[in-house]
Every structure is written in structure tokens, then in C-alpha cells.
């Protein structure tokens, strides 16, 4: 299996705190991803990297941000968390067009 | 905007049988890739087959194989000899070439296959 982890794998927030969550990788990989995945929408592209410091938005980037200061971490924020933000997260990594590999999720509650 | 078309919210196969999944996808691009993936209920996403545009031969894991059909725009996923582990959903996916370099994943919404004993 590709070194990717996600963490945490499970959190329950409340409406309008910050959450941070992290996805971190072994294999050097250049391009780096943030999806989310609700019933009835397969998989969404939230935000992705291209490199250090190198990142842009996706399908659906409103009230997320992400930041990579080094190659290995990729950091989504939710700045201030809503119900709709509820969702499974999932990260992936790339070392260019041919392949994707992919974290375990996070599932995020916010109440 | 690009988008993959996945017609088939839920299939059933008998075990032993053969199903096939369907994907339409829209580009104006002529060099890419294609990809189906499966998730299980454990949530992992794993890689069943992926296929280069500008390969006319259609790529072929074991049980999996894909019919391309690139002037259609259609990609079709093929299971033979079907397993109760084959039960998942499968995502079709295309890869977007976003400038820069770099690519991104678009997925169709799934089709959810019950492998029936």
C-alpha cells in the first residue's frame, strides 16, 4: 500500500469551530488532494496541490483552505465548521497523470 | 466542464455471472486516462483498472476488463466469473489535466454492485 495516513480517522465537532485534517505521505509524491464523498455525489475534489507552497482551488473549495509547507503534509482547514461540511474526507496522492492512491477517510460529524 | 456519467446507481450479479458497469465521460482533451475504482465497505479506495486514451487496446486485470470506446466516450467495466468480494461500489473516474502540470480526478457518482450468492 502506497504511505499515506490521514488523521484523525473519526472527529465530531461543533458548528463554527476550526478543524484541521491532516494527510501525511512517505512516498514523495508531487501532487497532493483533498476530496470529499457524500451519498449520491461520489467523489468531489475540494483542493490539490502541485508542490510546495503550490495549491489550488477544486469543485468545491468554498469555506476550506489547505496549506503544504513541505512536500510529505497536506493540511485542509475547515475555518469555521458547518453541518454541511459533514462528510467523509479523503486524501490522496500522486506522482503524476497515470495513478492516484488514496488515504482510509476521515469521517467528519459537525452538530 | 468535464463530468463523468456513471447511468447506474445500483447492479446485481449472480455469483459466477458477468456484469458490466457503464461510464460516459465529456472531453475535448485526446490524450488521458481513465480509471475505475472500487470501494468497499471498509471505505478504502483501491484501484481495479485504468486505461490510457491513446491506447486502442483495452486493458485487462484478471476478472476485470474494460471496453473503451474513445469516439463514444464511453468506458465500460466488465466483471467475469463474479465474487461475493466483488460487492462495492465502483467509481468510474477521469483524469483532468488542470494546468501547471498537474491533473485531478473527476469521478462519476458510482454504481453500487450487490453480488448475489
Known amino acids: 500500500d502506497a504511505g499515506i495516513t490521514q488523521s484523525p480517522r473519526h472527529k465530531v465537532t461543533e458548528t463554527g469551530t476550526p478543524v484541521t485534517l491532516r494527510c501525511h505521505q512517505t512516498?514523495?509524491?508531487?501532487?497532493m488532494y483533498w476530496y470529499r464523498q457524500d451519498p449520491g455525489h461520489g467523489l468531489r475534489l475540494i483542493h490539490y496541490?502541485?508542490?510546495?507552497?503550490?495549491?489550488d482551488k477544486g469543485e468545491v473549495s468554498d469555506g476550506y483552505s489547505v496549506s503544504r509547507s513541505k512536500t510529505e503534509d497536506f493540511l485542509l482547514t475547515l475555518e469555521s465548521a458547518t453541518s454541511s461540511q459533514t462528510s467523509v474526507y479523503f486524501c490522496?496522492?500522486?506522482?503524476?497523470?497515470?495513478?492516484?492512491?488514496f488515504g482510509q477517510g476521515t469521517r467528519l460529524t459537525v452538530v | 466542464a468535464q463530468t463523468v456519467t456513471q447511468s447506474q446507481p445500483e447492479m446485481s450479479v449472480q455469483e459466477a455471472e458477468t456484469v458490466t458497469l457503464s461510464c460516459t465521460y465529456d472531453?475535448?482533451?485526446?490524450?488521458?486516462?481513465l480509471f475505475w475504482y472500487k470501494q468497499p465497505p471498509s471505505r478504502q479506495m483501491i484501484l481495479v483498472i485504468r486505461?490510457?486514451?491513446?491506447?486502442?487496446q483495452n486493458a485487462t486485470e484478471n476478472r476485470f476488463s474494460v471496453n473503451f470506446q474513445k469516439a463514444a466516450k464511453s468506458f465500460s467495466l466488465k466483471i467475469s466469473d463474479s465474487q461475493l468480494g466483488d460487492a462495492a461500489m465502483y467509481f468510474c473516474?477521469?483524469?483532468?489535466?488542470?494546468?501547471?502540470?498537474?491533473?485531478?480526478?473527476?469521478f462519476g457518482k458510482g454504481t453500487k454492485l450487490s453480488v448475489i450468492p
Open positions: 472531453t475535448s482533451e485526446s490524450d488521458y486516462y
Open positions: 473516474a477521469y483524469d483532468l489535466y488542470s494546468g501547471a502540470g498537474s491533473y485531478q480526478l473527476t
Open positions: 496541490s502541485y508542490g510546495v507552497k503550490d495549491t
Open positions: 490522496a496522492i500522486s506522482p503524476g497523470q497515470s495513478q492516484a492512491f
Open positions: 512516498e514523495n509524491h508531487r501532487y
Open positions: 486505461q490510457e486514451a491513446y491506447k486502442q
